[in-house]
């Protein structure tokens, strides 16, 4: 056991957990943004899934990996326009329909890999991009400096949700929106607008993350339910990072963390059935959803709630 | 450094011609002509269901007239929405209140008002401003504290600032004074005349008579959605006003008869509980209720009316202390046990735990007794028997219903209170709680509640009635309990002058205490 705990493992851990917390990330703000809207978009799992297969199936006919990223995004504002109309303009209980929406996405993506290219094939994904003098620094230059270019666009993005949702006026608005969208309202904010725009954000940055899962990694593939469940932790992830951007990065590198030491697990085999490190995350999510509500941080009061005009809920 | 200022016209004139508005089965506005002068207090006073929110809301722009018209300054307009209206810088505070908890007064205050700093906020620009005007109002108002934190009247002159803010010369207040204490309702009065006295048009939607007499520069009555006159204080009175509002004439059809007994009913001791937020919320309440007695509570909402209701009743769990109907404790017993002693409840939430919305008027009648061996054998329920008692029990409590087979949600506010009286009362209670019975309901219906409570009063049967309303507490109470931030203030004759009652419910005045150390662990809650 004691090559375990060595210093070049641990290094490789970290490493692992970093690149692994960035679907998280993207996933968990976008989800964030849009709860803070008032709109709990829990499709978030079906539209990573469509983003994964779009991306690599666009990026491996096309062989640019960046045309594969855009089409991960066109199809993430669709799925985003889908889940606004469904859940903002139909009313739908948001609960039910984002199982809808997963399922959707699951479906999709399952039968257009299977009609289009129906076995696994591989491409180099984007590469790593080591930031000069950064990449030096002892440590912190290997874990932090030597990934690809979405891992540091991913952390990029906590600091900028943050100055978008506390220091901008849009960033009022969707606060207003998601606590008293009749306040936000008589003040002539479109309640509507805020909040698709804010699903079709959020969506984007779901579909961004499931194209992390193949055309971010080193060796680029698309299987079956690729996701496996992350969409879903993320979802769990802004419950427990109380709504703010901060608290999301503390929860994926959380999750990333236990990720990537049950993927080390499994590797090394200490004599206990693969399953039971697979199970990790999952158990966490439950544990740490069931802690963390004990706080009295509420979340936005009017999340999971249509607004209609004079009608007080 | 200033904030973009932009050009507001300032109103003269507003006009509404015909405005007609209808809802889904109802008329809410009627062809309404009405007109509205710059540097006036305009009152509109109407009862609840009038049209007058709705009225309002059209002239602000939130609902587009189905017919009619509405001129600014002479010229017509057609508003989109309340930023169309507030473009002609036409400002208004609504009865539930538009403000955003989780925001600090500055962001409440510059939400969608453009930023010289697009698109970044700018409240460094913003809080000069408005500290300025806050001074200048004598508001107090810290700009940077969170609005949850605020009182309902500091909350309400945020919404006032934030008017002022967008530089409105004409203001809508719809029924600003049913959340304030007789003495913030007189500071408020003030302010209404510094604002007029600036320049500004003032509507101010009321359904107190006093209010209307007190601060109007002219008065419109409204009655389902229809202009029935229109009157200054100089040329009328009470009793006319109550004939406009209500459609015939009102009398009271109750009489108190004897004094309250000796013999104590109810004794409440050194009761404590908390609040949903955990705080506590009762600190050592002790009183008596005696065979006879309506004792009245009196405070301002949030300051442990509800919770001491919710404790006796049942509901919430009490920390300490004892409450003891006819001698024996009911600390230990469960909501259905106290129900069996003879305790009748009726909640301050009467369409959430007053009656089942979706159930049948027969079913709510019957939802405390239908295990009787009167309404069921065994486990079936004797379908006619029900029904019958029940048909009874509605027509007794002249509920006004099509049919009592409609479902609860269908029925007015004041019709659901009778049903839920008429099940409390049909079971020959022992004590009567009733939580701000005639809240939201109509003159008619109040004083059919009040005559039904006034009557088992005068039957012997004690009642502890919980009331945000003052002349409701006085006309009815044999002695009111003022509670405040959790304590009895004091118990004092409801011939004490309201000034007095008033002051006491804000902490001002102690009577009589019953444990001398301030409890500084509890902040006034409001909500
Ligand atoms: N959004 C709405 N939808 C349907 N009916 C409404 C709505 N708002 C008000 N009403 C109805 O219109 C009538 C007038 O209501 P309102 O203008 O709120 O009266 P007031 O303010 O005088 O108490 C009432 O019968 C009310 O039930
Ligand atoms: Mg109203």
Redesign the interface.
């Given at each position: 056991m004691s090559e375990f705990f060595q210093a070049t493992v641990l290094l490789g851990l970290l490493t692992a957990g970093v690149r692994l917390a960035t679907p998280f990330l993207f996933a968990g703000l976008g989800e964030m943004l849009s709860q803070r809207s008032g709109v709990l978009n829990l499709g978030v799992e079906g539209i990573m899934l469509i983003g994964a297969f779009v991306s690599f199936f666009v990026a491996f006919e096309s062989g640019n990996l960046y045309l594969g990223l855009l089409a991960a995004i066109l199809a993430g504002a669709f799925m985003g326009l889908l889940t606004a109309f469904v859940s903002v303009t139909m009313k739908a209980v948001q609960g039910i329909s984002g199982i809808g929406i997963h399922i959707l996405g699951l479906g999709l993506s399952g039968l257009f890999f299977r009609l289009t290219m129906g076995s696994i094939s591989t491409m180099r994904g984007f590469p790593r991009l080591a930031i000069p003098i950064l990449k030096d620094i002892p440590v912190l230059g290997r874990v932090l400096f030597n990934q690809n270019w979405m891992v540091y666009a991913a952390l990029l993005l906590v600091p900028i949700s943050w100055a978008v949702i506390y220091k901008t006026t849009f960033g009022l608005k969707v606060r207003s929106v998601g606590e008293n969208p009749h306040a936000a309202d008589s003040l002539g904010i479109s309640v509507t607008r805020v909040r698709y725009i804010c699903v079709v954000i959020g969506s984007i940055m779901a579909s961004i993350a499931g194209a992390f899962l193949t055309i971010g990694q080193h060796e680029a593939a698309f299987v079956n339910n690729i996701a496996a469940g992350r969409g879903f932790i993320a979802v769990a992830l802004v419950y427990f990072a109380k709504w703010n951007p901060l608290g999301v990065l503390a929860g994926a590198f959380l999750f990333s963390m236990i990720d990537a030491f049950q993927l080390r697990i499994q590797i090394i085999d200490i004599g206990i059935p693969y399953e039971i490190p697979v199970m990790l995350p999952y158990i966490v999510t439950i544990v740490v959803l069931a802690l963390s509500t004990r706080g009295r941080v509420l979340g936005p009061t009017a999340l999971t709630k249509p607004f209609v005009r004079g009608v007080h809920t | 450094m200033s904030a973009i200022k932009k050009s507001v016209p300032s109103v003269q004139s507003i006009e509404l011609r015909s405005v007609t508005k209808r809802f889904p089965g109802v008329l809410a506005n009627d062809s309404v002509s009405l007109s509205f002068e710059s540097s006036r207090v305009h009152t509109l006073l109407g009862e609840n269901g009038a049209g007058k929110s709705t009225l309002m809301?059209v002239m602000y722009g939130?609902y587009a007239p189905d017919e009619g018209q509405i001129l600014v300054n002479g010229s017509p307009v057609h508003f989109r929405?309340?930023?169309?209206a507030?473009e002609y810088g036409i400002g208004?505070v609504?009865q539930?209140?538009?403000?955003?908890?989780?925001?600090s007064v500055l962001?409440?205050i510059?939400?969608?008002y453009p930023?010289p700093r697009?698109?970044?906020?700018d409240l460094a620009a913003a809080r000069e401003r408005v500290v300025a005007m806050s001074n200048e109002y004598g508001f107090g108002i810290d700009p940077d504290a969170k609005v949850w934190q605020l009182s309902v009247g500091e909350q309400q002159r945020v919404e006032i600032l934030r008017i002022l803010f967008r530089d409105a010369s004409y203001i809508i207040l719809d029924e600003p004074t049913a959340v304030l204490t007789p003495l913030e309702v007189k500071e408020f009065m003030g302010v209404l005349r510094r604002l007029v006295a600036d320049g500004h048009g003032i509507v101010f939607i009321t359904h107190k008579l006093n209010e209307a007499l007190e601060i109007s520069d002219k008065i419109t009555v409204l009655r389902s959605g229809k202009v029935v006159g229109e009157t200054t204080p100089c040329d009328t009175d009470k009793n006319q006003l109550a004939g406009l509002m209500v459609g015939r004439e009102v009398v009271p059809t109750w009489q108190k008869r004897g004094a309250a007994g000796e013999k104590v009913i109810l004794s409440v001791r050194n009761l404590s509980a908390r609040n949903n937020?955990?705080l506590r919320a009762l600190n050592d309440v002790s009183f008596d209720l005696k065979e006879g007695e309506v004792l009245a509570v009196a405070g301002v909402s949030g300051n442990g009316q509800k919770e001491l209701a919710e404790t006796i009743a049942g509901l919430r769990r009490i920390d300490g202390g004892e409450i003891l109907l006819g001698g024996s404790n009911l600390a230990g017993l469960d909501v259905k046990q106290r129900i069996d002693s003879g305790l009748a409840f009726i909640p301050e939430e009467r369409m959430t735990m007053g009656v089942v919305k979706e159930f049948s008027l027969i079913e709510n009648v019957i939802l405390k007794s239908h295990g009787t061996p009167e309404f069921a054998s065994g486990i079936f329920l004797r379908a006619k028997k029900i029904r019958d008692s029940a048909v009874q029990a509605i027509k007794d409590f002249d509920v006004r219903t099509p049919s009592a087979d409609v479902a609860a949600a269908t029925l007015s506010g004041g019709n659901i209170q009778k049903v839920i009286l008429a099940r409390e009362l049909s079971s020959r209670p022992k004590l009567l709680i009733a939580a701000q019975p005639t809240r939201g309901v109509d003159i008619g219906a109040s004083e059919y509640i009040h005559k039904r409570i006034v009557q088992i009063r005068n039957e012997g049967v004690p009642v502890l009635l919980i009331s945000e309303d003052l002349d409701e507490i006085i006309s009815l109470a044999d002695r009111v309990l003022v509670l405040y931030e959790g304590q009895v203030q004091g118990i004092v004759p409801p011939s004490t002058p309201v000034e007095e009652i008033g002051l006491m419910m804000t902490g001002g005045n102690t009577h009589y205490v019953v444990d001398g150390c301030e409890d500084s662990e509890t902040p006034p809650t409001t909500h």
């Open positions: - | 809301h939130m929405s309340p930023k169309d507030a208004m609504h539930h209140f538009m403000l955003v908890p989780s925001l962001e409440n510059v939400l969608n930023s697009w698109p970044f906020l937020k955990g």
